[in-house]
């Protein structure tokens, strides 16, 4: 029997544009999100796949929740992820989410406006953070902020990848009254370089979703745990510095994702300047970071 493993990509949580269970997170945290992440990866995957069938992926997307909910055992990273759940007596919500936003990834190709964007976000972003605060035992009251940038973190990866996933899939997440505003049309998405129109459009979304990311501005500081506020502080970074690029740059003839050395330069800043907006942000911040 094929198990979703079969289906990966090969992409790993090294190739995203954020950090993922980094060094930053306390070690009893990291097999959880990696669980976490693993079971994402996979879904997606299969949402993505490039030969198979969509009833075959929707099929193979139900397999993956049956081992999620613990009623299979044919699907090993479910499995792992359901064991890991349970023990720290979480839901699987988050997890389930996910796979509502890849399944719509089968069977939506276009997306009317904003809203719509907007709402697919909170399905394949937004539970992500939340999954992550929620490991971390933080208040819900962290989940705007949270939910903010993981939605720019996806409408960024939209923005890189739109000539991809049309080209592959015939899947445009560009609102459709954008384009038409800006004069612009979806079959554009296929050229090697974006026409004025399309890409004043882009340069638009890019514009809108840094104002987003800005709604999430106070996230580390509002987080309890030192290590997670220092994680979230560096993926707050990239995200600013990937938008910017998305404001200036042709996703469809130039690059618009950072160097490792830009990763670097831009995580070390993200941590320096997420432990200064903790310090000042948290009352008793300093006898909570001695306990970190």
């Not at 090993?76 to 359901?82: K, N, S």
Request: glycine share 6%; with cysteine; proline share 4%.
């Amino acid at each position: 029997m094929t198990t979703a493993g079969d289906l990966r990509s090969g992409k790993t949580h090294r190739d995203e544009n954020f950090p993922v269970a980094s060094f930053l997170i306390h070690p009893r945290h990291r097999a959880v999100i990696m669980a976490f992440y693993n079971f994402v990866r996979i879904a997606d995957d299969i949402a993505d796949h490039p030969t198979l069938a969509p009833q075959e992926k929707l099929d193979m997307l139900d397999r993956l929740e049956d081992g999620l909910f613990g009623r299979s055992e044919d699907q090993p990273e479910a499995v792992v992820l359901h064991r890991a759940l349970a023990a720290r007596s979480m839901a699987p919500k988050h997890a389930q989410d996910l796979l509502n936003a890849f399944r719509l990834d089968v069977t939506k190709l276009r997306y009317a406006n904003w809203d719509e964007l907007i709402h697919y976000c909170s399905l394949s972003a937004m539970p992500v953070g939340r999954f992550v605060l929620d490991v971390h035992g933080e208040d819900r009251s962290t989940w705007a902020a949270s939910d903010a940038v993981c939605a720019v973190l996806q409408i960024n990866n939209h923005l890189q990848d739109c000539g991809k996933d049309f080209r592959a899939l015939n899947r445009a997440y560009i609102p459709q009254d954008a384009l038409a505003a800006s004069g612009a049309s979806v079959d554009e998405l296929a050229l090697d370089r974006a026409p004025p129109a399309l890409l004043a459009c882009l340069h638009r979304l890019a514009a809108r979703a840094a104002a987003l990311l800005a709604e999430g501005k106070g996230l580390a500081a509002e987080v309890r745990d030192l290590r997670l506020a220092l994680e979230l502080a560096v993926i707050q970074s990239y995200a600013e510095q990937i938008v910017a690029l998305l404001q200036q740059r042709d996703p469809l003839s130039e690059r618009v994702h950072l160097s490792r050395g830009q990763f670097m330069t831009h995580g070390v800043a993200g941590i320096a300047g997420g432990l200064v907006r903790w310090i000042i942000g948290r009352p008793g911040a300093s006898r909570s970071a001695s306990k970190a």
